[in-house]
């Protein structure tokens, strides 16, 4: 058997597109995504959609991947479903549900809303909307009547789930089924239910005080377009049922999903393949699946490095996919030439920037100053506009992991202007910056690419007022912690180096935030000293979940005990038996840390 398949990158909108039949075969297990159970939360459903909202609501200008799909094409755009039918029927029941909530909108004009003008024009835009839905999930045959469903469920002889699903987006409400057992009956009702989940949510977001606007009109258009064009699949075409369950089997047994970096593997390898079938004596000692072998064992050849590499290649954001945008670099900025072909051209590029994102990801680079500053800002926030711009500056510099002053300043001053955005209430993080930045270190205009990033006197004043402050966000002033910790592993001399897991540390706060009574934070400390430092730096240290919710608000020789637990020196220094826990420590040790950072942030 000659394995042969064909992976298709595609939006929804091509899933969907034209006549398609996608049949779910009787062998397929029912319907089981759910809406509701014991953890509602949790449930395929409800994640579906959080995670498909929160996308929509973050603006984000590139794709949301929904999955991969295996099917055999048994002729021209019919296509038996063997692994995908959870997701493809949820996507159908979706757009059921958003041309259901516009039929009863049109079914009742009294939900709509504006002056006369306005609620005509959303009348006559009804019917119009409710057939773009229709024309994503039903097939038009003759005359332009509507007469199938684009996916569909092959008959079983014991239950006609189809008729169901035929019921549900013909927003038909739900009805006795009839003589189904329990089983089947359940299953049925998940169809009703997984609508009805969707319509209550697009009438929670897109209904204004339970009116329908003019403004809401244009969000639920917005929407429905970010799932038809934003999200998308891969889409694998087999020919015949051994290879599809194959495939299958890869899938869902061995983990390994079609994502960008599949998808870029077949593309080196039929590249290189296609090189040495077009000029056999010039490239006979090229083996294609080595090329590919060498990338992925010699470099962190991560899922996420494709997506790095293209926006720091091109300075932007990704268009279409990581995958996709490649391919486009590809074509746009690689030539052949009489000694190089463009497939090695942009695989020598790869190995270059693959080099430098695996001293990034690794945390291998040699100078302890540079890569504890890395560390930090991988643990910050933002950090793929940080790895995009990483990487066109190690580019630009052709780091080599050792030290590197001008590298160095230019990494402070991101820093500067990372943390005054960070934590300042007037500032937004806007990728802006550093895109025009990266266009400059591309172009090998370092000065330039640095100013982007520089702010005034005036600034590094308040980011100074803002790190000796109040820090009420546990996030913020975890991060500031752990940043004072990697300054000092930079300048301690010593035969040990520890390593910060920033997951696994939490916030202590060792005088508590509601400490308890009879403890001595009460009789040691005044109220208004505890008010004044509480929320301060020097207040604070590092701890994992586990031991710290053991020390929680306890008396200071009951914390000690527990503090004694963690081999972090930052909270083992609290454990000394000559310390003294009052006013004076607490100022000194508050001091301590904003100065450190301070010098370490060059401000």
Same mark, same amino acid.
Not at 426 to 454: C, Q, V
């Given at each position: 058997?000659?394995?042969?398949?064909?992976?298709?990158?595609?939006?929804?909108?091509?899933?969907?597109?034209?006549?398609?039949?996608?049949?779910?075969?009787?062998?397929?297990?029912?319907?089981?995504?759910?809406?509701? %159970?014991?953890?509602?939360?949790?449930?395929?459903?409800?994640?579906?959609?959080?995670?498909?909202?929160?996308?929509?609501?973050?603006?984000?200008?590139?794709?949301?991947?929904? %999955?991969?799909?295996?099917?055999?094409?048994?002729?021209?755009?019919?296509?038996?479903?063997?692994?995908?039918?959870?997701?493809?029927?949820?996507?159908?029941?979706?757009?059921?549900?958003? $041309?259901?909530?516009?039929?009863?909108?049109?079914? @009742?004009?009294?939900?709509?809303? %504006?002056?006369?003008?306005?609620?005509?024009?959303?009348?006559?835009?009804?019917?119009?909307?409710?057939?773009?839905?229709?024309?994503?999930?039903?097939?038009?045959?003759?005359?332009?009547?509507?007469?199938? /469903?684009?996916?569909?469920?092959?008959?079983?002889?014991? *239950?006609?789930?189809?008729?169901?699903?035929?019921?549900?987006?013909?927003?038909?409400?739900?009805?006795?089924?009839?003589?189904?057992?329990? +089983?089947? /009956?359940?299953? =049925? $009702?998940?169809?009703?239910? !997984?609508?009805? *989940?969707?319509?209550?949510?697009?009438?929670?977001?897109?209904?204004?005080?339970?009116?329908?606007?003019?403004?809401?009109?244009?969000?639920?258009? /917005?929407?429905?377009?970010?799932?038809?064009?934003?999200?998308?699949?891969?889409?694998?075409?087999?020919?015949?049922?051994?290879?599809?369950?194959?495939?299958?089997?890869?899938? !869902?047994?061995? %983990?390994?999903?079609?994502?960008?970096?599949?998808?870029?593997?077949?593309?080196?390898?039929?590249?290189?393949?296609?090189?040495?079938?077009?000029?056999?004596?010039?490239?006979?000692?090229?083996?294609?699946?080595?090329?590919?072998?060498?990338?992925?064992?010699?470099?962190?050849?991560?899922?996420?490095?494709?997506?790095?590499?293209?926006?720091?290649?091109?300075?932007?954001?990704?268009?279409?996919?990581?995958?996709?945008?490649?391919?486009?670099?590809?074509?746009?900025?690689?030539?052949?030439?009489?000694?190089?072909?463009?497939?090695?051209?942009?695989?020598?590029?790869?190995?270059?920037?693959?080099?430098?994102?695996?001293?990034?990801?690794?945390?291998?680079?040699?100078?302890?100053?540079?890569?504890?500053?890395?560390? *930090?800002?991988?643990?910050?926030?933002?950090?793929?506009? =940080?790895?995009?711009?990483?990487?066109?500056?190690?580019?630009?510099?052709?780091?080599?992991?050792?030290? @590197?002053?001008?590298?160095? &300043?230019?990494?402070?001053?991101?820093?500067?202007?990372?943390?005054?955005?960070?934590?300042?209430?007037?500032?937004?993080?806007?990728?802006?910056?550093?895109?025009?930045?990266?266009?400059?270190?591309?172009? /090998?205009?370092?000065?330039?690419?640095?100013? +982007?990033?520089?702010?005034?006197?005036?600034?590094?004043?308040?980011?100074?007022?803002?790190?000796?402050?109040?820090?009420?966000?546990?996030?913020?002033?975890?991060?500031?912690?752990?940043?004072?910790?990697?300054?000092?592993?930079?300048?301690?001399?010593?035969?040990?180096?520890?390593?910060?897991?920033? =997951?696994?540390?939490?916030?202590?706060?060792?005088?508590?935030?509601?400490?308890?009574?009879?403890?001595?934070?009460?009789?040691?400390?005044?109220?208004?000293?505890?008010?004044?430092?509480?929320? $301060?730096?020097?207040?604070?240290?590092?701890?994992?979940?586990?031991?710290? =919710?053991?020390?929680?608000?306890?008396? *200071?020789?009951?914390?000690?005990?527990?503090?004694?637990?963690?081999?972090?020196?930052?909270?083992?220094?609290?454990?000394?038996? @000559?310390?003294?826990?009052? &006013?004076?420590?607490?100022?000194?040790?508050?001091?301590?840390?904003?100065?450190?950072?301070?010098?370490?942030?060059?401000?």
């Amino acid at each position: 058997m000659k394995f042969t398949f064909t992976p298709e990158h595609i939006a929804i909108a091509e899933l969907f597109a034209g006549n398609i039949n996608y049949i779910i075969p009787e062998y397929q297990r029912p319907y089981s995504w759910d809406c509701i %159970g014991k953890s509602e939360k949790n449930n395929q459903l409800n994640v579906m959609w959080d995670d498909l909202i929160d996308f929509f609501n973050s603006e984000n200008a590139g794709e949301y991947f929904f %999955g991969s799909m295996v099917m055999i094409e048994k002729e021209s755009r019919y296509f038996e479903v063997i692994d995908g039918q959870q997701r493809l029927t949820s996507l159908v029941i979706l757009f059921v549900a958003i $041309k259901c909530f516009l039929k009863r909108i049109n079914e @009742n004009h009294d939900l709509l809303e %504006g002056d006369s003008k306005e609620v005509e024009e959303l009348k006559n835009s009804l019917p119009k909307a409710i057939r773009v839905i229709d024309n994503m999930i039903f097939n038009e045959k003759d005359f332009g009547f509507r007469s199938e /469903k684009k996916v569909k469920i092959e008959k079983n002889a014991e *239950f006609d789930y189809d008729k169901i699903l035929t019921n549900v987006m013909e927003c038909i409400e739900q009805t006795n089924v009839g003589t189904a057992n329990n +089983e089947q /009956k359940k299953v =049925s $009702k998940r169809y009703y239910a !997984n609508r009805d *989940f969707f319509m209550k949510k697009i009438e929670n977001i897109f209904l204004t005080s339970g009116k329908f606007t003019k403004t809401n009109v244009s969000e639920l258009s /917005k929407f429905t377009e970010f799932l038809q064009y934003q999200l998308s699949v891969v889409r694998i075409k087999a020919p015949d049922f051994d290879v599809a369950y194959q495939i299958f089997e890869i899938l !869902n047994n061995r %983990g390994l999903p079609l994502s960008n970096k599949d998808l870029f593997r077949n593309f080196i390898i039929q590249q290189f393949t296609k090189l040495k079938n077009e000029n056999p004596d010039k490239y006979s000692d090229i083996i294609p699946s080595k090329k590919w072998n060498n990338l992925e064992n010699d470099y962190s050849l991560t899922h996420d490095f494709i997506g790095r590499w293209v926006e720091s290649t091109k300075a932007g954001q990704q268009k279409y996919s990581a995958f996709n945008d490649l391919k486009e670099l590809f074509d746009k900025k690689y030539t052949d030439a009489i000694d190089k072909s463009k497939i090695e051209k942009l695989y020598d590029d790869i190995k270059i920037d693959l080099e430098y994102y695996s001293l990034i990801v690794d945390q291998s680079i040699t100078s302890i100053s540079i890569r504890n500053k890395i560390i *930090f800002l991988l643990n910050a926030g933002n950090v793929r506009y =940080s790895i995009n711009l990483l990487l066109a500056l190690f580019r630009c510099y052709k780091y080599d992991g050792n030290d @590197n002053i001008e590298l160095l &300043d230019f990494i402070i001053k991101y820093e500067q202007y990372f943390l005054h955005t960070l934590l300042s209430k007037d500032k937004r993080f806007t990728s802006s910056s550093i895109y025009n930045a990266i266009e400059f270190l591309n172009n /090998k205009e370092i000065d330039n690419a640095k100013k +982007e990033f520089l702010i005034s006197d005036e600034e590094k004043g308040q980011l100074k007022d803002y790190i000796s402050s109040d820090f009420r966000d546990n996030t913020n002033a975890k991060l500031m912690i752990s940043k004072y910790f990697l300054y000092k592993d930079t300048v301690i001399d010593d035969v040990i180096s520890q390593q910060l897991d920033f =997951s696994k540390a939490t916030l202590e706060h060792i005088l508590p935030q509601d400490p308890a009574m009879e403890t001595n934070w009460i009789s040691d400390f005044s109220d208004n000293f505890r008010k004044e430092n509480t929320y $301060k730096l020097g207040n604070m240290t590092l701890l994992t979940r586990r031991i710290n =919710s053991a020390a929680k608000n306890n008396d *200071f020789s009951v914390k000690k005990e527990k503090y004694e637990a963690t081999k972090l020196w930052l909270t083992q220094k609290l454990t000394s038996e @000559n310390l003294i826990i009052d &006013d004076k420590f607490f100022k000194n040790r508050q001091i301590d840390i904003i100065e450190a950072i301070y010098t370490d942030l060059e401000i």
